[in-house]
């Protein structure tokens, strides 16, 4: 006997519930029982109440039980073609509402939390005469409109069925959890009413959209750049605050260590207030300056008018008869060209600055006043034996005494060939320097030893 009930089972410890509805539905023994449109239990029994209301009582498997309180018990049929294609649909309470106390085993569904499938010639019954006459002209017309294209259009219902069946779980999902639907329709209902009594600003709200995206729809070419520009653009962002996120790091020391001087900037920022306010209009009239509607009257439309800087600075152009390099590599040319010019004018420099000061000064300022000393120079270079210099040894012949003093034929000094030879000879020129600045080391003012 033992061996009989652990193969066969007792049949008598399932978790059983009853449910009272007004009526039955056509509902029978044996029928479903689905949660969620999955099998869930079976129809048991099915009896009359004393008031004439209908007593269902039935089984639910092991997964779904305990039921808890608050759950509905739905009479629904599978379709409008058959008899005693009923089943019941149990719509659990969510599962986010906790604290629901648990429905016992043999526990009852009140009349409260049922209902019954309306059939269709329940529906058929509201309806009156004219509406049923109106409804019957439309079946007829259906059949006339569908007649010998049958076949295409159980075609057309088979590529429907996808989003019927859809649509279906769709709905099947939403009525799961009721009260929620519910919420969502209330406020739903709300949102509509609210946006009825501000019909007006909606009204100028679609018209400055319908505006904005014609704008918009005029400018898809850039908004397609824009928009083929925009990945790089965000992953040089990322970048960008993946490093800003270190940065911030480091400035709060400079936040922290600038919160003394806040304080005493606040009298500052309090003076400066009344000017920002009174630089509005200057601000306005900038503003008007360098943009303004229409054509040919603010400042951007006059740099535009300009010729650019790029094709002046570096573009090739047709200018007086020839073709001509830009500003830039001429210039960068002619300072190429003048590079041996400069560097041969280098050496000079120490004989030009002395120029200029001994030129520049003419005397000296002491206690007793300015003073000016003076002497007379005979040019070196032009004297000749016999002529204003007289030998200063009176042994020697005059030519002979004019050589020991004076070195003649210094027509090609070089830089720095008025004084004498630096012992480490860092004013000497090599044979090559003197060959490209054109002088001659012989030509030094001092005597040549």
């Known amino acids: 006997m033992l061996v009989a009930i652990v193969l066969f089972g007792s049949g008598d410890d399932k978790y059983t ?5 007004q009526n039955a539905g056509q509902l029978v023994k044996g029928n479903l029982v689905q949660v969620g449109g999955a099998p869930a239990g079976t129809v048991n029994s099915i009896k009359l109440t004393d008031n004439g209301q209908a007593r269902v009582k039935f089984t639910v498997d092991d997964r779904y039980t305990p039921l808890k309180q608050g759950t509905r018990a739905v009479i629904r049929q599978a379709s409008q073609s058959g008899i005693a294609n009923r089943y019941i649909d149990l719509q659990l309470p969510p599962q986010t509402e906790k604290g629901r106390a648990d429905i016992p085993d043999g526990g009852e569904l009140g009349i409260d939390q049922t209902e019954t499938a309306v059939d269709l010639d329940q529906l058929f019954d509201t309806l009156d005469k004219p509406t049923r006459k109106s409804l019957q002209r439309f079946l007829k017309g259906s059949a006339r409109q569908y ?33 929620t639907l519910e919420r969502f329709l209330v406020d739903s209902s709300q949102l509509v009413g609210t ?15 319908n505006d904005t995206t014609r704008a ?10 824009a928009i083929d520009r925009l990945p790089p653009f965000m992953r040089r962002s990322n970048t ?38 009174n630089a509005r209009p200057t601000i306005r009239d900038l503003s008007r300056t360098i943009r303004r509607s229409g054509p040919d009257n603010d400042l951007i439309e006059l740099l535009r008018s300009a010729t650019p800087l790029k094709k002046i600075a570096v573009d090739s152009a047709e200018r007086n008869g020839k073709s001509r390099r830009g500003a830039f590599p001429e210039a960068a040319q002619a300072l190429k060209d003048t590079s041996p010019i400069l560097a041969q004018g280098r050496p000079y420099t120490p004989d030009l600055v002395g ?41 020697l012949s005059q030519a002979d005494a004019f050589k020991q003093n004076v070195n003649l034929g210094q027509y090609k000094r070089c830089p720095g060939g008025g004084e004498a030879p630096a012992p480490d000879g860092s004013n000497v020129f090599s044979a090559a320097e003197q060959q490209k600045l054109d002088c001659e080391e012989k030509a030094r003012a001092t005597k040549l030893k």
């Open 355 to 395: 120029w200029f000061d001994d030129f520049s000064t003419s005397g000296n300022i002491d206690a007793l006043g300015g003073f000016l000393r003076f002497q007379i120079y005979f040019n070196g270079l032009s004297v000749t034996p016999g002529g204003l210099l007289q030998p200063l040894n009176q042994d």
């Open 17 to 21: 519930n009853t449910a009272v509805f």
């Open 195 to 209: 946006l009825a009594e501000r019909r007006d600003d909606l009204t100028n709200l679609v018209t400055n959209l």
């Open 240 to 277: 960008t605050f993946v490093n800003l996120r270190a940065a911030l790091d480091d400035v709060d020391p400079l936040v922290d260590a600038s919160k003394p001087v806040a304080k005493k900037l606040r009298p500052f920022f309090d003076e400066l207030r009344p000017f920002a306010r």
């Open 216 to 225: 918009i729809g005029d400018e898809k070419v850039a908004l397609a750049s």
């Open 147 to 179: 007649a010998g294209q049958g076949k295409e259009a159980n075609a057309g219902f088979y590529y429907l069925n996808p989003a019927l069946s859809t649509s279906s779980k769709l709905f099947t999902e939403l009525n799961k959890d009721q009260p």
